[in-house]
Structure formats: structure tokens, C-alpha cells
């Protein structure tokens, strides 16, 4: 007899990322397994990703869109692919079924810079008319659409650094509301420029040395990183339907509100405790049965010990020590509104691969963040549920007090 909770569970049928290791979420993942750091740009503080978008996308194109949206486009033709579906050919699913939620916390930054010297130098009537459709955050989920010929909903969620995952749990809400079929989620962003990087230096969240290192001691901020994570999300029934292959799952998802500060995180920790804790109870995982942290991880004095705590809180002291950790933010820079679906997939990788990446850079780790099981060299995970699944807990915090987190799980593979 079927399980009719079985067939509506979210399953990922496709994945792709470009980031500052390279484009492919295979390259993400063998690299970061291996430790590797993606170089510094033209600013010490800046990794850009590792990527020139007229090598994978028409002039035309290129031409017409901001860094960021390229980097979606990108990113989205790997998922999709994998997914079976390629641009100009009949896809597997009504066009008017399929949805499309992009996070962005910036917008297209590069483009409006670039324009605001054109304006500077030569006058208003050289400004390119191109200029709103290129920095409007929503473009990436649009020009996705677009390409792909999706007429379902297409929106961007903007919630800053926790963008990606709430785009991902957006994606779920439609799937489950019966409102699409199939959903193409997750973040992307290239505000890698010097005039950012001297904003958040001049805020005090910028690494001075140029280096990232979550959960160090010696941590003095994060650095810039740019990309796009993007991820297919069908219900277990609609992919079996089609023959497609469940490449992992969306077990559980849930967001909360510090309402505390606009940049600064709730001093008790209670609200991204929480967000884990429901994204726990949803996926019906008990802290126990995780196998895999990847935390969003910043490399700042004051957010890593919160989500410390948070995590502590939201899954017990004990468990909390035995529980393998690392953030990625060490390899690629923080890349905001792209990190959380960038993690999402790279969480993904490491439960289908059964091997946790490292925190790159992570020396001295910090004796006053607590007991943790930090990942300091690429680590075999193993199940901790009786099911023989893997479980994987991501957390992305954003500036405004936006909390998020998610469960991933992948059938345990001898």
C-alpha cells in the first residue's frame, strides 16, 4: 500500500552552484573536500566566482543582464539538466505549473555602479535604459522564467543573507499548497565590488586580513564572496511520475524573527534556536539523528558564538558536541543572499558523498564557543537514524533579524 505522505515529501531532482571554487556543484564539492580557498580579487577581502559569463550564455544575454542574474542562469541550466530539462526543448512540465523563487539580497550592484559613473561623467543621457531591468532583484527569477518559458509564479525573495534558504522554504510552501508541480529555487548574488566591501569594512563585519575564519580564535570578520545555488524541487509523487531520479530531499524548513536589531542578532539566540527547532519538528528528525551541520558560519566574533549558542539550545549540549560541523564561508566568502542555497546544495553534495568539507582557514579553534565537533579535514559521515538516512541541518541569519533553516536527507548508501 502507497503512503500518500511519502508521495508529497519535496524532493531536489536537480542541483547546480558557481562560485568562487568554479561553476558545477561538483567542483564545489570536490574542492572544498579537498580545503582548497578561492583567491582574493582585486580587493583582499573579495573572492569573485570563478566564472565568465560568455563562455555559458549568448551575447545578447550577457549583454542585457546583470553578474548576478548570469550566475543564476548558469547555475539554473545544471539543475535543470539534471532534472531533464533543457532550454528549447519540450520540458518534462507544464510550462504554466512551474515556478520560479530566486533570493537576492542585493540586487544588481555591479550594473548600477558601472552607470552611476556613465552619469558622473558623460550626463543623464547616457545612462543606459537597461540599467532598472539589470540591478531590479527580481531579475534572475524573471530572465529564469524567460529562458525556460515557466509561467507559473515567479518572485525573489530579498531577506538578505537568509535569502536562499527562504527561497528554497518558498519553493517548498507552493509545492505543498498544490500551487506548482515543480519549482526551480535558490540565491544568487555579485555584490563583490569595492565600494561594498567598504561599507561592511567601515561597519566593522569586514576581515582586515582579507581572511575568513569561522570559529577560530583569531577570526576578525568575513570576506565578500559571489555565486548562485540553485536547486529542482518536485513532490516524491510528481518525480516518480516522470521517472525522475530523487537526488536527495527537503525534509524540513522554518524561519523566525529576532525583532531585535538591524544588523545585530538577538543577544539570547532564542530566535534562530527556534527556526531550528521547527525545521527539525517538520522534517520529524530529532537532533540525535543529524549527521551533518553546515552553519552559516561568518567568521565574526558576535554571530558565530550566537549561532553557536542558538545551536545549543535548539539541539542539546551533548549532542551539539559530537555533531559534525563547518561552514563554507571559509572557502568562498560570505556570498549573502546566494549562501544559504549555495549551503543548501553543498549539504546536499556532502549527504550524497557521505564526506563533510572542512572550514578552510580554521586553525585555533575558539576554546570559548563550547564543546563542537568542528570539521578541520574532509570527514566521513555516517547515519544516526535508525532509517539509515543522512540528515543534514543548514542555517543561514540575515541582516533584519531573519532566521532560517533547513533539513536535508539523503537514503543511506553503503
Given at each position: 500500500?502507497?503512503d500518500p505522505?511519502r508521495?508529497r515529501e519535496?524532493?531536489v531532482?536537480?542541483?547546480?552552484?558557481?562560485?568562487?571554487?568554479?561553476?558545477?556543484?561538483?567542483?564545489l564539492h570536490?574542492?572544498?573536500?579537498?580545503?582548497?580557498t578561492?583567491?582574493?580579487?582585486?580587493?583582499?577581502?573579495v573572492r569573485?566566482a570563478?566564472?565568465?559569463a560568455g563562455d555559458?550564455l549568448?551575447r545578447?544575454?550577457?549583454r542585457?543582464t546583470?553578474?548576478?542574474t548570469?550566475?543564476?542562469l548558469?547555475?539554473?541550466e545544471?539543475?535543470?539538466?539534471r532534472?531533464g530539462?533543457?532550454?528549447?526543448?519540450?520540458?518534462?512540465?507544464l510550462p504554466?505549473?512551474v515556478?520560479?523563487v530566486?533570493?537576492c539580497?542585493?540586487?544588481?550592484?555591479?550594473s548600477?555602479?558601472a552607470?552611476r559613473e556613465?552619469?558622473?561623467?558623460?550626463?543623464a543621457g547616457?545612462v543606459s535604459?537597461?540599467m532598472?531591468p539589470?540591478?531590479?532583484?527580481?531579475?534572475?527569477a524573471?530572465h529564469?522564467?524567460?529562458?525556460?518559458?515557466?509561467r507559473?509564479?515567479?518572485?525573489?525573495?530579498a531577506?538578505?543573507c537568509?535569502?536562499?534558504?527562504?527561497?528554497v522554504?518558498t519553493?517548498m510552501?507552493?509545492?505543498?499548497s498544490g500551487?506548482?508541480?515543480?519549482?526551480?529555487v535558490?540565491g544568487a548574488?555579485a555584490?563583490s565590488?569595492d565600494?561594498v566591501?567598504?561599507?561592511?569594512?567601515?561597519?566593522?563585519?569586514?576581515?582586515?586580513?582579507?581572511?575568513?575564519?569561522?570559529?577560530d580564535?583569531?577570526?576578525?570578520g568575513f570576506v565578500i564572496?559571489?555565486?548562485?545555488?540553485?536547486?529542482?524541487?518536485?513532490?516524491?509523487?510528481?518525480a516518480?511520475?516522470r521517472?525522475?531520479?530523487?537526488l536527495?530531499?527537503?525534509?524540513?524548513?522554518?524561519?523566525?524573527s529576532?525583532?531585535?536589531h538591524?544588523?545585530?542578532?538577538?543577544p539570547?539566540?532564542?530566535?534562530a534556536?527556534?527556526a531550528?527547532?521547527?525545521?527539525?519538528?517538520?522534517?520529524?528528525?530529532?537532533p540525535?539523528?543529524l549527521?551533518?551541520?553546515?552553519?552559516?558560519?561568518?567568521?565574526t566574533a558576535?554571530?558565530?558564538r550566537l549561532e553557536?549558542?542558538a545551536?545549543?539550545?535548539?539541539?542539546?549540549?551533548?549532542v551539539l558536541a559530537e555533531l559534525?560541523?563547518?561552514?563554507?564561508?571559509?572557502?568562498l566568502?560570505h556570498?549573502f543572499?546566494?549562501?544559504?542555497a549555495?549551503?543548501?546544495?553543498?549539504?546536499?553534495q556532502?549527504?550524497r558523498?557521505g564526506?563533510a568539507p572542512p572550514t578552510?582557514g580554521l586553525?585555533h579553534?575558539?576554546?570559548a564557543?563550547?564543546?563542537?565537533?568542528?570539521v578541520?579535514a574532509?570527514?566521513?559521515l555516517?547515519?544516526?537514524?535508525r532509517?539509515g538516512?543522512?540528515?543534514?541541518?543548514?542555517t543561514s541569519?540575515?541582516?533584519?533579524?531573519?532566521n532560517?533553516?533547513?533539513?536535508?536527507?539523503v537514503?543511506g548508501?553503503?
Amino acid at each position: 500500500m502507497s503512503d500518500p505522505q511519502r508521495g508529497r515529501e519535496v524532493v531536489v531532482t536537480g542541483f547546480g552552484a558557481v562560485t568562487p571554487l568554479g561553476v558545477g556543484a561538483g567542483v564545489l564539492h570536490e574542492r572544498a573536500v579537498a580545503g582548497d580557498t578561492a583567491p582574493a580579487g582585486s580587493h583582499p577581502a573579495v573572492r569573485h566566482a570563478d566564472f565568465t559569463a560568455g563562455d555559458h550564455l549568448p551575447r545578447n544575454l550577457v549583454r542585457r543582464t546583470d553578474r548576478f542574474t548570469q550566475l543564476a542562469l548558469v547555475a539554473a541550466e545544471e539543475a535543470l539538466t539534471r532534472a531533464g530539462h533543457r532550454a528549447g526543448a519540450p520540458s518534462p512540465w507544464l510550462p504554466e505549473r512551474v515556478a520560479c523563487v530566486i533570493g537576492c539580497g542585493l540586487g544588481g550592484t555591479a550594473s548600477f555602479e558601472a552607470q552611476r559613473e556613465v552619469y558622473e561623467k558623460e550626463g543623464a543621457g547616457f545612462v543606459s535604459p537597461l540599467m532598472i531591468p539589470q540591478m531590479m532583484a527580481n531579475a534572475a527569477a524573471a530572465h529564469l522564467s524567460m529562458r525556460h518559458g515557466f509561467r507559473g509564479e515567479s518572485l525573489c525573495v530579498a531577506s538578505a543573507c537568509s535569502s536562499g534558504a527562504q527561497a528554497v522554504g518558498t519553493g517548498m510552501r507552493l509545492l505543498a499548497s498544490g500551487a506548482a508541480d515543480a519549482v526551480v529555487v535558490g540565491g544568487a548574488e555579485a555584490s563583490s565590488s569595492d565600494l561594498v566591501a567598504a561599507s561592511f569594512a567601515n561597519a566593522g563585519a569586514l576581515s582586515p586580513s582579507g581572511s575568513s575564519r569561522p570559529f577560530d580564535r583569531d577570526r576578525d570578520g568575513f570576506v565578500i564572496g559571489e555565486g548562485a545555488g540553485i536547486l529542482v524541487l518536485e513532490t516524491a509523487a510528481g518525480a516518480a511520475r516522470r521517472g525522475a531520479e530523487a537526488l536527495g530531499a527537503v525534509r524540513g524548513y522554518a524561519a523566525t524573527s529576532d525583532a531585535h536589531h538591524v544588523t545585530a542578532p538577538a543577544p539570547d539566540g532564542g530566535p534562530a534556536a527556534r527556526a531550528v527547532t521547527l525545521a527539525l519538528r517538520e522534517a520529524s528528525v530529532a537532533p540525535g539523528e543529524l549527521a551533518y551541520v553546515n552553519a552559516h558560519g561568518t567568521g565574526t566574533a558576535l554571530n558565530d558564538r550566537l549561532e553557536c549558542e542558538a545551536l545549543r539550545q535548539a539541539l542539546g549540549a551533548d549532542v551539539l558536541a559530537e555533531l559534525p560541523l563547518s561552514s563554507g564561508k571559509g572557502a568562498l566568502g560570505h556570498l549573502f543572499g546566494a549562501a544559504g542555497a549555495v549551503e543548501a546544495v553543498a549539504t546536499l553534495q556532502a549527504l550524497r558523498h557521505g564526506v563533510a568539507p572542512p572550514t578552510a582557514g580554521l586553525r585555533h579553534p575558539d576554546p570559548a564557543l563550547g564543546p563542537l565537533d568542528l570539521v578541520r579535514a574532509a570527514r566521513k559521515l555516517t547515519t544516526r537514524a535508525r532509517t539509515g538516512v543522512l540528515y543534514g541541518l543548514s542555517t543561514s541569519f540575515g541582516f533584519g533579524g531573519h532566521n532560517a533553516a533547513l533539513v536535508l536527507a539523503v537514503e543511506g548508501r553503503s
